[in-house]
Every structure is written in structure tokens, then in C-alpha cells.
């Protein structure tokens, strides 16, 4: 019987999800580190064990509260795991101090620190942009005289593309520093602009070894989006699990991962390909992906990419089906002015249109504030047997759907 920890701060859709995925497993008993223990879902109380409030979950001494008294309940814990982006290092912490196995807190701020991350990668000879520190303007503009504009300004320990700014003069650069506000303790991360098409790669690692791997293409790349209130964005999954410019891509990835010492789990990388062919890593990230790639990836292998890595991080098995369709989901933004969704045109006419096609959706309500998130207000989840046709499908439901 294994005892496992599960950070489950809220229960949103996904976080539900996931804790059922974790409860479901055979031979386990599981325990909830939350801020709601009175939100824990109420179908799955008799699948867990015990359920421990805490505090702040991005100050790893509650999580280590937490986890004392789990041992207290069971005598030990086997594996202590949470999925969220912002808090992979203060997991990794409470697992180094309450002595349980998995992804150390030195790697976890590997693939946290965006400048650790390159400054690693780059030692490892692998391709990465080159970056520095800023704690204010002097720092910023000794970088642009280094590279020269364009360059990027974004949060050290961002996710998401959140804060990400593009600065192209003077002008733009003050206005990302009035933004990002960087100082000695909260520096920001500059970086030079890399041009090209971006993707994703996500990867199975067990004992060091990639043992599966995929990748995504986002169109447009989401600083593009950011910039671009009008742009929609997208993100497709090919019917191929490994094209060509994947497969010449893998090794590279498999090199960053052995450098930033990622041995066990899933791994959401992104990364460029440029003009020339080259190659060009962007960021790592020691979790599950988003931009609804998991269920992208459902909707193209028939089986559940939750439940897979719930059983992977607790008993070190991959079992996954062969993909069977492409995949492709558009993110929809409000378009014109105000700062509230009026209304939502067209979804019956684009489901007459894709029929079964489409696999899920879910759009805003009338009168909510409008998101500023490159991810937008709504989306629409689609597959087809051919990429060809997930790319027409996309094209279908911008044409015909709208948020105003």
C-alpha cells in the first residue's frame, strides 16, 4: 500500500479532476494538502484517507506541516505530487525535507528559474537565447546594448507567457519596466527575440530514460496574441505523433532534460524553430502541460492523459494507446471595445457546420469581464482523422464563431 500526498489547494475543474484520477488508483491511500477542506468534492470523501488544511501553499514550510501529519496518520508518505507551474519548487522543498523520492527542489528550480534554466542549458552546449538579469533600467539597457532590439522582458518564474513583454525602442522598454517594476529582491528576466515557429514537447521520462514523447504547434505564437488584441490563437496537435522536424528536434530535448536533472514524470517544453531549420529551446517545465494540451491529447489517443500520469508519478508506469486522430484547440478572444463580454455569436451555426468534430467547447456569459490572458474568453475543442482536417475545422469555427 503506497501513502500519497497530493497539493490540492483549490478545486477547480481540473484540480477535481486530477484528485480523482489520484484517488482511483489501486493498492494507494490518498491525503489532500488544502486551503478548502470543505470543497473537497463530495464524490470522492470516500476515496481519500485523510484531508489536511494548510496554509499558503507557496511557502513550502506549510506544505511540510502538512505532510508531517500525513506521516503522523500513516507513518510515512511514498510520493508527494501536485501539478501546478507555481508550485513545483515548494513541493520539490517539502519532498527533500520530509525525506520522500521524486523531483529534488535543486531541479525544480531549474525548471523554474528561467534564468537558472538557460544558464544551465547553455553550459550543456544546447541552444538557447541569450538572457540576462535585470534589476532595473541600467541592467535592461546594458542588454540591449549587448544585442540590440528586439529583445523580451518577462517574470523570472512566470508561466503562461504572463508579463511577457516585447520591446522593440526606448519607448516599449520603459513601459515594460514601468510594468514588470524590477528590482534588487524581483528582477526580471531579458532575453534576446527569437523568431520562428513555436512548439511544444512534451515528454515521458522514467529513471532518466524518455520513454514517450509528443508535440504541439501554437498559431500564433502567444506573445503575438498578447500583442495583438485581435489575433485569435491556437494550438494543434498532428495526427503524426512524430514528425520530421519532431524527431530531429527529440535529441535535443532529451540532452536539456538529463542537463536540468529531469528523470522521472511529464515535461512540457517549448521551443522555436527558425527560419534556417535551427532549433532554439525556449523554457522547460517539470509538469503537465496546459494550453489544453492534455485534453488535446485525450481527444487524439481516446484515454485519459490524467489518469496516465497519476499512475506514472505513483507506480512508475507509462501506459498510454497510439494516437488515433489529430487534435486542435482555438482559444477565442472578445473582440471590439468595453470591458465585458456582450455576446456570443455563431456556436450553433459552427456545430451544424463540424458535427462530431467537435469535442468540447466552453464559451463566456454574457456580462463577465473580458480575460486578458492570451488563452482569451472561450475555446473550442476539435479532432479529425487528418491534421488537413483539424486545421479546416479551426478555420471553421473562427469563421463563424464570435465574442463581442
Known amino acids: 500500500m503506497l501513502h500519497i500526498a497530493l497539493v490540492a489547494p483549490f ?64 507513518g ?19 519532498r527533500d525535507a520530509l525525506r520522500v523520492a521524486g523531483t529534488s527542489a535543486e531541479v525544480a528550480r531549474n525548471c523554474r528559474d528561467k534564468n537558472r534554466m538557460k544558464d544551465v542549458l547553455r553550459k550543456a552546449g544546447l541552444p538557447v537565447a541569450r538572457q540576462a538579469l535585470v534589476h532595473g533600467e541600467a541592467d535592461a539597457r546594458a542588454f540591449v546594448q549587448q544585442v540590440s532590439y528586439p529583445i523580451v522582458l518577462k517574470p523570472i518564474a512566470g508561466f503562461g507567457a504572463r508579463n511577457t513583454q516585447r520591446v522593440t525602442d526606448d519607448a516599449s522598454l520603459q513601459r515594460a519596466l514601468q510594468a514588470l517594476q524590477p528590482n534588487a529582491q524581483q528582477p526580471a528576466q531579458a532575453e534576446e527575440f527569437v523568431q520562428g515557429e513555436e512548439h511544444t514537447f512534451e515528454a515521458v521520462t522514467i529513471d532518466g530514460k524518455v520513454v514517450w514523447y509528443s508535440s504541439t504547434s501554437y498559431v500564433p505564437t502567444p506573445l503575438q496574441v498578447l500583442e495583438n488584441a485581435w489575433m485569435q490563437y491556437a494550438v494543434i496537435l498532428p495526427r503524426e505523433q512524430h514528425p520530421e522536424h519532431v524527431r530531429k528536434f ?62 506514472l508519478m505513483v507506480h512508475g508506469r507509462w501506459e498510454f494507446p497510439e494516437r488515433r486522430f489529430g487534435a486542435g484547440t482555438v482559444f477565442l478572444r472578445a473582440k471590439g471595445g468595453g470591458e465585458r463580454v456582450r455576446e456570443v455569436r455563431g456556436v450553433e451555426a459552427m456545430r451544424q457546420k463540424l458535427g462530431p468534430a467537435v469535442v468540447d467547447l466552453k464559451m463566456p456569459q454574457p456580462g463577465q469581464p473580458r480575460s486578458s490572458h492570451y488563452e482569451g474568453d472561450g475555446f473550442v475543442l476539435v479532432r479529425h482523422a487528418e491534421t488537413k482536417g483539424v486545421v479546416q475545422a479551426l478555420r471553421t469555427v473562427l469563421e463563424t464563431v464570435e465574442i463581442v
Open 250 to 311: 527529440a535529441p535535443i530535448q532529451q540532452r536539456a532534460l538529463q542537463a536540468l536533472g529531469v528523470r522521472h514524470g511529464i515535461s512540457h517544453m517549448e521551443w522555436f524553430e527558425k527560419k534556417d531549420g535551427s532549433a532554439m529551446i525556449s523554457e522547460v517545465g517539470a509538469r503537465p502541460p496546459g494550453a489544453n494540451i492534455m485534453p488535446l491529447l485525450q481527444a487524439a489517443h481516446g484515454a485519459d492523459p490524467w489518469a496516465a500520469w497519476a499512475r
Open 11 to 74: 478545486f477547480s475543474e481540473v484540480m477535481r479532476h486530477c484528485v480523482r484520477c489520484f484517488a482511483e488508483l489501486p493498492d494507494t491511500k490518498l491525503g489532500l494538502l488544502t486551503q478548502e477542506p470543505d470543497k473537497v468534492p463530495h464524490e470522492l470523501r470516500p476515496r481519500i484517507d485523510a484531508v489536511e488544511k494548510i496554509g499558503d501553499p507557496a511557502q513550502f514550510q506549510n506544505l511540510v506541516d502538512g505532510g508531517k501529519r500525513l506521516q503522523a496518520h500513516w
Open 76 to 94: 510515512r508518505i511514498d510520493r508527494f505530487e501536485g501539478y501546478l507551474e507555481m508550485l513545483q519548487v515548494p513541493i520539490a522543498e517539502a
